[in-house]
T-cell receptor, first 114, second 115 residues
């Protein structure tokens, strides 16, 4: 039972254009959402997050949008750069027990073509 | 500041041998998480600790897996005996429960190969 889904395993975008990565979730108890970026042979690196009380959060070239009614979030990267090529994981956070756990999607491999 | 430190970075062992993976969380973080990444199952949570106490180990696949956190700066994940299907990348992550401390910070991972 996948609670966080990234339905696109891969995405290719031309340098300078916009990259849009999508993520859907099913558990309405999630109240915080995060995007991680992962390069080969490295651990996932936190990129940007959004609380469920907001619908948009922006940090430089990265913007995350949250649509709670649709249980959908997306990450926009504009303009895309070759260095953005990596696997992007969507994660959802909820307070289960006495610590926050993250539930990860399966990841989307983004390739930015020069 | 040092991030999460994991050792070894690579481990190759034969089936049946004991394997111990090590993790040093970020200083001041009081939650520690062990994950396993495979092609088939993606990133899956194995166990997490809060203030050195195991809170949820429901993700631990079998009794062959065990984890300890003897103090706030060190944790181990042990597999005994190891099997080829345990081959994966194992990540350790830590986080703080402070305001906005929902983010988990990951180590570089240990790539385990069991032959």
């Amino acid at each position: 039972d996948q609670q966080v889904k990234q339905n696109s395993p891969s995405l290719s975008v031309q340098e300078g254009r916009i990259s849009i990565l999508n993520c859907d979730y099913t558990n309405s108890m999630f109240d915080y959402f995060l995007w991680y970026k992962k390069y080969p042979a490295e651990g996932p690196t936190f990129l940007i997050s959004i609380s469920s009380i907001k619908d948009k959060n922006e940090d430089g070239r990265f913007t995350v949008f949250l649509n709670k009614s649709a249980k959908h979030l997306s990450l926009h990267i504009v303009p895309s750069q070759p260095g953005d090529s990596a696997v992007y994981f969507c994660a959802a956070s909820g307070l289960f027990g006495s610590a926050r756990q993250l539930t990860f999607g399966s990841g989307t491999q983004l390739t930015v073509l020069p | 500041d040092a991030g999460v430190i994991q050792s070894p970075r690579h481990e190759v062992t034969e089936m049946g041998q004991e394997v111990t993976l090590r993790c040093k969380p970020i200083s001041g973080h009081n939650s520690l998480f062990w994950y396993r990444q495979t092609m088939m199952r993606g990133l899956e949570l194995l166990i997490y600790f809060n203030n050195n106490v195991p809170i949820d180990d429901s993700g631990m696949p079998e009794d062959r897996f065990s984890a300890k956190m003897p103090n706030a700066s060190f944790s181990t994940l042990k597999i005994q005996p190891s099997e080829p299907r345990d081959s994966a990348v194992y990540f350790c992550a830590s986080s703080s429960r402070g305001a906005g401390g929902y983010e988990q910070y990951f180590g570089p991972g240990t790539r385990l190969t069991v032959t």
